[in-house]
């Protein structure tokens, strides 16, 4: 990948990386930036796609945040900048750390199950060129979510390939980016029945 990528970095760990970041009261996009940041791109946009699709993503305008963010993130990935950056405008964008922490404690049992099916296998989706093609994936599929906010849970659907393919590139494995590609599918489908 173009940024770096700490292997061996679970699911489980990045939630709980972010759950003890510090003692503040909401929990900022920068934040999650400068805290993910610097184990990679991966583990960033996989962060950014849970917020968006676990309850936190219920909050008006949480989708289309992390939607914008994910393209933004990503088209750096692309151009092969070492470590991601945001306007200052959205670093400062927040949720509460309360409904975060409630939200990660609910879901930590179902991502140690996650973590324990992640192990290296089709290198070949998840290195070199394949990298930067799931980057464009990437800023397709987080446009697609601030259109598709309007409709209950839609949002999901292109926030949750992202989710998965970034967990596949953060743990080195081709067969969740492969599984990655259904919701993205699905996104496309729905973006375009809006559309037309």
């Given at each position: 990948m173009a940024g770096p990528v700490e292997r061996g970095t679970t699911l489980t760990t990045l939630l709980e990386i972010l759950e003890s970041s510090s003692d503040s009261e909401q929990l900022t996009l920068g934040e999650v930036l400068t805290t993910i940041g610097e184990r990679g791109y991966a583990p960033l946009t996989l962060m950014l796609a849970l917020i968006a699709i676990l309850p936190t993503g219920a909050v008006p305008g949480v989708p289309t945040i992390c939607g914008i963010s994910i393209?933004?993130?990503?088209?750096?990935?692309?151009?092969?900048?070492?470590?991601?950056?945001?306007?200052?405008?959205?670093?400062?964008?927040?949720?509460?750390?309360?409904?975060?922490t409630k939200v990660a404690e609910r879901v930590r049992p179902w991502t140690r199950r996650i973590d324990r099916l992640v192990s290296p296998r089709l290198h070949w989706l998840v290195e070199g060129a394949a990298t930067r093609a799931l980057g464009m994936l990437f800023v397709v599929l987080a446009l697609c979510m601030p259109p598709l906010e309007i409709l209950p849970f839609a949002a999901a659907a292109p926030g949750g390939a992202v989710a998965l393919i970034s967990l596949g590139l953060a743990g080195r494995d081709g067969l969740w980016v492969l599984l990655g590609l259904l919701p993205a599918a699905l996104g496309g489908w729905l973006v375009y029945g809006l559309v037309t």
């Open positions: 393209a933004l993130v990503s088209i750096q990935l692309v151009f092969g900048k070492r470590y991601p950056w945001l306007p200052k405008k959205m670093r400062a964008m927040s949720i509460s750390r309360t409904r975060y």
